[in-house]
């Protein structure tokens, strides 16, 4: 909605533009009217848009062409006022006005026109028969009034018609020639009827009706009005209502009817309600709205906008098969401008034998533009229509933006769910293969994959210590002059070398030193294609030797040579590292069978945490004195304390000893 409106009058001398402009203002005709008025402006709250007005007056007499020229670029609506009881003035609208305004005024961005037809009190007849031709002439013109300043006839409505051209223009929805509404209207309420269709039956039933009614003009319809709205389109369309619900022809015919009765507003409410602008489309604010994301922190999806994005799933899965064949993707996406989705999220995401996108691949898919390119995720989120079906301010309320990751390190937790890993290996070391391999995909199908179709991520979830966290793998390419800032963030690396090439595991040997060493990012080396005779690499040590010395878990031996679905426990293992940096994991099943994991379980229990915490509240806060120090009843009480915590700590090792 604009800010505010700048109505001009033109007109031929003493037709009566000034007294126009007084008379509103003072309600009554002016004694005395000097040659030209000054600017008024009429607040807000007067007007019925509630929207701040200003009306300027133009003096031939005391204005140059300049002047005049000014005006109507700054103008956005442009009142060309005539005389009823004088043909001249007429004449001139066409011979004279509105040839300058279009000479004055940018041909891409029309100035609606309005003609005032004054002093209607000094004639008995209407000067319409004469207006009409020219209003069919010129589609700029949005209305004429005819009105009289002496006995105030029509003076608010004038202002009220010149406010409307500016707020709810016909031009970007209607056209007057072919008595129908305009491609870019249509496809934006076109869409709006998608986004509406909860249920994706093609119809709005009266539930849909009621939220979509409710969402634009915050009040619903009751019953009988609802009925006596689908009647209408039913004694107009014969296919407008089916299965008493509103069909995508009955809700654009109701458009149509609106502005054809001069009932802009409802069409442009909608309109604006859904995130458009005076050009029918969407508005910048809407698909990007303000979102602040400090240094070192994370963007993800929150329950609400999964909640969202599984409703939006459900809609368009019809078959029921958990996976989007590409007829019901393309139908997803059809309230999308561009198909934002191409042939690589197949090889980034999890699919179906038939290579379609799983539920857990589309949750995947979000998951992934999140984390990389959160505005591009509020973008499709707006095409979506989230703010509007989530009832949320925008679509900034379904993005979680995490906590410093230094913050984690310092309190030895993370509340994170993505985790993201850089794969760092020479060429032909098995990186790609090893990303594959996370979506399920053995050596067989990772052949059927065309080069132009290949991603360099991949994403699925994992579970650590029954936890379920997203894990992304990226690709990173081996310039090992040249990595980007990009491609050392990461919450863990994966170092990939070819265990049957000698000089495979030398790359990931200089890239650990030269970039990781000294980091407090965890790294894991990763033997590839284990299915081969292995070789001694041609490097200072072995790559067991190398990793004892760096205090890194020992090589991980992997290979996606299987007949099977390659097993996924690495990937578990990199996600607790990820996870725990802080923590040397000695285990590296993650089996949560193993005495580790069951005791891992158990630190990480809400049980042991709080009374941890209380733990620490009566020791650590109690002010110990000197005379305390000094004291045996202290020392004989830290010491039974002592040993209490000792007995317990066997005790539960000998029950988890058992357990397993």
Known sequence: MRKDVRILLVGEPKVGKTSLIMSLVSEEFPDVVPYRAEEITIPADVTPERVPTHIVDYSEAEQTDEQLFQEISKANVICIVYAVNNKKSIEKVT????????????????????????????????????????MNQYSEIETCVECSAKNLKNISELF?????????????????????????????????????????????????????????FNTPLEPQALEDVKNVVRKNLIDGVCDNGLTLK????????????????????????????????LNQDYLFPPLKIPPDCTTELNHNAYLFLQSVFDKHDKDRDCALSPEELKDLFDVFPYMPWGPDVNNTVCTNDQGWITYQGYLSQWTLTTY????????????????????????????????????????????????????????GSGKSGFLQAFLGRNLVLQKTIKEEHRSYYAINTTYVYGQEKYLLLHEVF??????????????????????????????????????????KTPCMMIAAKSDLPEVKQMYGCSPLEFCRRHKMPPPQSFTCNAAAAPNKDIYTKLTTMAMYPHARLRCMCTCNRCTFCLCQNFLNSELLQTV?????????????????????TFWLRASVGATVFAVLGFAMYRVLLKTR
């Open 612 to 632: 941890r915490a209380k733990l620490y509240a009566v020791v650590l806060r109690r002010h110990v004195s000197q005379a305390d120090l000094k004291s045996s």
């Open 160 to 216: 009220y018609y010149a406010q409307k051209a500016v707020l709810h223009p016909t031009g970007p929805l209607y056209c007057p020639e072919k008595k129908d509404m305009k491609p870019l209207c249509v496809k934006a309420l076109t869409r709006i009827f998608k986004v509406s269709d909860l249920d994706n039956d093609g119809n709005l039933n009266d539930n849909e009706l009621n939220f979509f009614q409710r969402t634009c």
């Open 372 to 427: 990389l390119d959160v505005q591009r995720c509020l973008e499709y989120l707006g095409y979506l229509g989230y703010s509007i079906i989530a009832e949320q301010e925008s679509q900034a309320a379904g993005i979680t933006v995490t906590r410093d990751k230094k913050i984690d390190l310092q309190k030895k937790q993370t509340q994170r769910s993505v985790f993201r890993c850089n794969v760092f290996g020479d060429i």
């Open 478 to 519: 081996p310039d090992f002059d040249y990595l980007s800032d990009a491609d050392l963030a990461c919450d863990i690396v994966c170092l990939v070398y070819d265990v049957s090439n000698p000089y495979s595991f030398e790359y990931c040997a200089k890239v650990f030193k030269q970039y990781f060493m000294d980091s």
């Open 250 to 281: 009955g809700f654009l015919f109701l458009h149509t009817l609106f502005i054809q009765r001069g009932r802009h507003e409802t069409t442009w409410t909608v309109l604006r309600r859904f995130g458009y602008d005076d050009d029918l489309e």
């Open 95 to 134: 011979s004279h006005w509105i040839p300058l305004i279009t000479e004055n005024t940018d041909k891409d961005s029309r100035v609606p026109l309005i003609l005032v037809g004054n002093k209607s009190d000094l004639v008995e007849h209407s000067s319409m028969e004469t207006i009409l031709p020219i």
